[in-house]
């Protein structure tokens, strides 16, 4: 989706794989000892042929099966954590999971402001610990064509936006992600105007299928994937799932949004996956399903599904609206 040649960084950038972990302080941010951690009756599978000394982050407690879940085949927890976007580390596919090494998800703590009854800053283990962790197996798919199957660790964004009690004039819900140059080698690149920031309708973001992300594959995130905490919203665009949140705005008016102020004509606010538009330098109508062959653009197509397979649930949410103008 990169629109602009971004210069390749010096090698001394590259941080070794080795100083990608952050065991204990993500252990601590998400305070893994807490009362909803430990209300959980299961644990979730590790990703398909990982060995225990690749894994990354701590082991999640979470409720069994969600009814929301997908049956297909998961991706490798390799290729979700070795091939992703997050352009603050660089917009190469590798660069998130080599160059954040130094970035740091704990301590943690996320500004609530706007129109909600309660505002204010909360520690990231006040806003997990009332609830129960879920495991969601959602399709993710990226705009730029290709998608995966990923067991998320989370809380329905409803559940957690409820706690802040937002008023009738609250019809967006805006969120933005930490922007810390001295860790996050990619924002000294005018790729996208810093810091990245994404939103959702109210009735959206309320519905249930959109998740808080804490984790995947029964860990808590690494960096590469927006620790310590995401979103998940798999009927649209990849680029919607914002990164380390560290800011959420209740709005009256439809907040502004880094992809779309960057490329306005290719990226639209609503970014609900859809097959019949096309993104003007390619075809939507079918996706790449990334099986350890990230970088193989003939491999493994499958034909994209109208709000990515999730129509049954979200498309009332659209209904009366042309999807070919609001993109
Ligand atoms: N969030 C931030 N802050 N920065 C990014 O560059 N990339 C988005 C989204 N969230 C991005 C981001 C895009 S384009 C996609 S497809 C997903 O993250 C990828 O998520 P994953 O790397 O966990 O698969």
Not at 70 to 88: F, I, M, V
Request: proline residues 8%.
């Amino acid at each position: 989706m990169r629109r602009y040649a971004v210069p390749a960084p010096p090698g001394s950038q590259i941080t070794p794989e080795s100083t990608w972990l952050r065991r204990r302080q993500i252990l601590k941010a998400l305070a893994l000892a807490g009362p909803a951690l430990a209300a959980g009756c299961g644990r979730a599978e590790d990703g398909a042929g990982a060995q225990a000394a690749e894994l990354p982050g701590e082991p999640l407690t979470v409720t069994g099966r969600s009814a929301y879940s997908t049956d297909e085949t998961r991706t490798s927890l390799r290729d979700a954590t070795h091939y992703n976007n997050y352009y603050e580390f660089g917009t190469g596919k590798d660069d998130p999971w080599r160059r954040s090494g130094r970035f740091k998800p704990a301590p943690w703590s996320v500004e609530v402001a706007g129109h909600a009854e309660l505002t204010g800053r909360f520690a990231l283990e006040d806003l997990v610990k009332p609830h129960t962790l879920e495991e969601r197996v959602y399709r993710m798919r990226c705009v730029e064509a290709w998608s995966m199957v990923i067991p998320w660790v989370g809380i329905p964004l409803a559940d957690v936006l409820k706690r802040f009690r937002p008023t009738s004039q609250a019809k967006y819900v805006a969120f933005t992600t930490v922007e810390r140059p001295a860790e996050m080698p990619g924002l000294s690149y005018p790729v996208l105007r810093w810091p990245y920031r994404e939103g959702l309708r109210i009735d959206e973001a309320m519905h249930p299928l959109a998740l808080l992300a804490v984790g995947l594959y029964g860990r808590t995130l690494p960096a590469q994937n927006g620790a310590p905490l995401r979103l998940v919203v798999p009927w649209k665009y990849g680029f919607k799932g914002i990164k380390s949140i560290v800011r959420i705005d209740f709005t009256e008016s439809q907040p502004a949004t880094s992809w779309n102020l960057s490329a306005g004509d290719e990226y639209g606010f609503f970014a609900n996956v859809n097959p019949a538009v096309s993104h003007p330098r390619w075809s939507q109508a079918s996706e790449r399903r990334i099986a350890g062959d990230g970088l193989n653009l003939l491999g493994n197509r499958i034909a994209t599904l109208p709000f990515n397979g999730y129509a049954d649930q979200v498309a009332s949410l659209y209904a009366g609206m042309d999807l070919r103008i609001h993109y």
